[in-house]
T-cell receptor, first 110, second 115 residues
Framework: KQEVTQIPAALSVPEGENLVLNCSFT??????LQWFRQDPGKGLTSLLL?????REQTSGRLNASLDKSSGRSTLYIAASQPGDSATYLC?????????FGTGTSLTVIP | GAVVSQHPSRVICKSGTSVKIECRSL??????MFWYRQFPKQSLMLMAT?????????EQGVEKDKFLINHASLTLSTLTVTSAHPEDSSFYIC???????????FGPGTRLTVT
C-alpha cells in the first residue's frame, strides 16, 4: 500500500526566507503528485500538479519537483510571506486512488 | 480546474440523528467522486469512492451502512451519516476526479459536530 510522508511536520521561518518542504512516497508507480494548501478549518487549494512524466512545475513563487524513481518531491517556496502560513499537503495518485501525506504546518513570522 | 461545492459547510446534530452532506460538481460531469474524512491535525483519509449509477466502493474499516453514499447524477453525490455519534464529528471533504489526468478537485468541506 502506498504511504506518503512529509517532513518536517512543522516549520517556522521569518518572513523573506526561502524554504523547502519534503514529500516522500513508497511506491513509485504513480500517475501524478499534487501539492495542496489548507488553511485552518478550510478545504484544499491545489497549488501544483506534476504528472509522472514531468520533473517540475512552477507557479509564481512556488516550484515543485518530482523524482519518481526515488519516491521524492519537494515544494520550494521563495521569499516567504506571512500569508503563506498554512498546512501544505502532498498527495499521489495511482489512478483512482489518492494518497495524502501527513502535512507540514508552516508559520511565516512577520 | 473544476468547481466543487459542498452543502452544508457546517452542521451540528444530536447523537442518534442522521445528517446528509451534498457534493456538487458545478462545471463538468463527474462519473467518480470521492469522500474523505479529516480529524483535527491529521491528514485526509479516503472513506469511499462514489461511482455514478452504481454502488460506492468503501475503504477498509469504513462502515457502509453507517456512511451511505448516493451518486444519482453526474453532478451530485451525497454522504449520509446515519445514527451519528460524537466520534463521527469530523471534517468531511469531497472531491471530483478527472479521468484523463487523474487530477482531483476538492470541495470546501463540511464540518460535522455531533453533540
Amino acid at each position: 500500500k502506498q504511504e506518503v510522508t512529509q517532513i518536517p511536520a512543522a516549520l517556522s521561518v521569518p518572513e523573506g526566507e526561502n524554504l523547502v518542504l519534503n514529500c516522500s512516497f513508497t511506491d513509485s508507480a504513480i500517475y501524478n503528485l499534487q501539492w495542496f494548501r489548507q488553511d485552518p478549518g478550510k478545504g484544499l487549494t491545489s497549488l501544483l500538479l506534476i504528472q509522472s512524466s514531468q520533473r517540475e512545475q512552477t507557479s509564481g513563487r512556488l516550484n515543485a519537483s518530482l523524482d519518481k524513481s526515488s519516491g521524492r518531491s519537494t515544494l520550494y517556496i521563495a521569499a516567504s510571506q506571512p500569508g503563506d502560513s498554512a498546512t501544505y499537503l502532498c498527495a499521489v495518485s495511482t489512478g483512482n486512488q489518492f494518497y495524502f501525506g501527513t502535512g507540514t504546518s508552516l508559520t511565516v513570522i512577520p | 480546474g473544476a468547481v466543487v461545492s459542498q452543502h452544508p459547510s457546517r452542521v451540528i446534530c444530536k447523537s442518534g440523528t442522521s445528517v446528509k452532506i451534498e457534493c456538487r460538481s458545478l462545471d463538468f460531469q463527474a462519473t467518480t467522486m470521492f469522500w474523505y474524512r479529516q480529524f483535527p491535525k491529521q491528514s485526509l483519509m479516503l472513506m469511499a469512492t462514489s461511482n455514478e449509477g452504481s454502488k460506492a466502493t468503501y475503504e477498509q474499516g469504513v462502515e457502509k451502512d453507517k456512511f451511505l453514499i448516493n451518486h444519482a447524477s453526474l453532478t451530485l453525490s451525497t454522504l449520509t451519516v446515519t445514527s451519528a455519534h460524537p466520534e463521527d464529528s469530523s471534517f468531511y471533504i469531497c472531491s471530483v476526479g478527472r479521468g484523463g489526468t487523474y487530477e482531483q478537485y476538492f470541495g470546501p468541506g463540511t464540518r460535522l459536530t455531533v453533540t
